[in-house]
């Protein structure tokens, strides 16, 4: 009970501390909220709205079912999931955050996906998109094409190792159990109607609303805090970063910094996601029992993961 007043008490603080901030830096609040606004409507907008509807359709007509056992050979030998299981890892993959924590939370809800299984998924299929890793940060800020495969195979491939570790090596994952799960519901396969659309499109944008209330929030505080102290500072660009990785990526780009130190700070922040992302994945998970405690634990240890093998590609292979 103690814990759970000082948490109440310590967001109550922070909710006054956020609103003195704008009140004191009116100007800044209101470009970032500018920024965020519109870094939603023209970039998260129509890239993440469209994956979303489709996946609400996919999930909600049972085309998992058919795509799942298309993909289970090789995702249950790579992943060590079940047939419900594959669906999240494509979507997850293909499409970022957090469309990959919502397909695992609906597919958990729906009793596609048993607990343990479900908080592994998403563990590892909620990271940035390709499209922002490859398009955003390699060639719009980093002006590096290059960089386009290393950044992407690092960020992907540190959060399946941190994956593995916390749920496998450390005896956290009960693969007995997941390895048989199935799908648990046998109703009948519904068909398309405009009902079924509509529900999927009012759920898309209820989804995205949420996601661009929480960018504009971030970008508030990540926009004040890129007036104060030296454009150079590295603890400063990480900071920003931490709180909104669109704003703290271009920030760090921009910077005078050594090209070696942009990348591996840039790795971190994206793959932590940032508190905005964080955010965002609490979000589409609060209806469900999902641990998202568990979820931070591993994204933390993603970020470490991710910040040793930027290191060594920049000091052994750039």
Known sequence: MKKEKGKKGLSKVGIVLFLVLILIFPSDAYIGAKRGLLLWFNTVLPTLLPFIIMSNLIIRLQITKPLSKLLYPFFHFIF???KGGCYPILIGFLSGIPVGAKSVGDLYSNGSLEEEEAQYLLSFCNNSSPMFIMGYIAIA??????????LLFIIYISGIIAAFLYFRILGLYKRKKVYTAEYILEDPEPKFSFAVLDS????????????GGYIILFSIPAQIITTLGSPNNPARLLSIGLLEITTGINQISMSSLDLTIKIVLITIITSLGGLSGLAQTKSVISNTRLSFGTYFKVKLIHAVIAFLMASFYVRILL
């Open 141 to 150: 800020q980093l002006k590096m094409k290059e960089l386009r495969g290393p």
């Open 200 to 211: 999927a499109i009012m759920d898309g944008f209820e989804v995205i609303t949420k996601v």
């Open 80 to 82: 060590r999931v079940s």
